[in-house]
């Protein structure tokens, strides 16, 4: 199917680490990239192919893809990585596809 | 440096016609593979993509609003305009526009991202 799915909301502690998934046909054979987005603010590029990391972007913040999965991860989870994830891929035809979007809590 | 910014009315009547300009800076339309996207997010709610122009004029258009949707652009004035048919009152968002680059791996698997980000332009539609 044409679609990506994720999580609505998941929580980690201050410091611990927490891993966003987003799951699609597409993944097995598209790239994934990922964005942050505040209230407020544009959204934020934070991973790109899978597993880059733009410059800027804290090292805490991997990428990682699996068959229909990609994954982000956030390693030592910061008060300021409280936000809204999503990711982002295409499909056959080369149209992009967004995510449904993970709601980030920091405890 | 890469900069882009929407602009448009803040407030549009439902059923007109809503016209939304990104213009930008710090890269040219006319280089291969360069793109520019629309994004929307309505409050509360998700992140949707729009629409994507292409340096060689290639167009996409969200499935589900293809039919109410035009994207142009004007690479002599470092521009690119989207145009929503027959508005409503959900159509209220923040509207993004965004800076598409590509990561290509073997065959054809160039997938999209988008870099860089205007700030936004928020659009309420009510009459």
């Known amino acids: 199917s044409s679609e990506l799915t994720q999580d609505p909301a998941v929580s980690v502690a201050l410091g611990q680490t927490v891993r966003i998934t987003c799951q699609g046909d597409s993944l097995r054979d598209y790239y994934a990239s990922w964005y942050q987005k505040k209230p407020g603010q544009a959204p934020l590029l934070v991973i790109y192919g899978n597993d880059n990391r733009p410059s800027g972007i804290p090292d805490r913040f991997s990428g990682s893809s699996s068959g229909t999965t990609a994954s982000l991860t956030i390693t030592g989870a910061q008060a300021e990585d409280e936000a809204d994830y999503y990711c982002n891929s295409r499909d056959s035809s080369a149209d992009p596809l967004l995510g449904t979007g993970t709601t980030v809590t920091v405890l | 440096q890469v900069t882009l910014k929407e602009s448009g009315p803040t407030l549009v009547k439902p059923t007109q016609t809503l016209t939304l300009t990104c213009t930008f800076s710090g890269f040219s339309l006319s280089v291969s593979a360069v793109g520019v996207s629309w994004f929307r997010q309505p409050p509360g709610k998700a992140l949707e993509w729009l629409a994507l122009?292409?340096?060689?004029?290639?167009?996409r258009y969200s499935p589900s609003l293809k039919t109410r949707l035009t994207i142009t652009k004007d690479t002599s004035k470092n521009q690119v305009v989207l145009t929503m048919t027959n508005v409503d009152p959900a159509d209220t968002a923040t509207y993004y526009c965004?800076?598409?680059?590509?990561?290509?791996?073997?065959?054809?698997?160039?997938?999209?991202?988008?870099?860089?980000w205007g700030q936004g332009t928020l659009v309420t539609v009510s009459s």
């Open positions: 122009i292409y340096w060689d004029d290639d167009k």
């Open positions: 965004a800076h598409r680059s590509g990561y290509c791996g073997r065959g054809d698997t160039c997938s999209s991202y988008f870099d860089f």
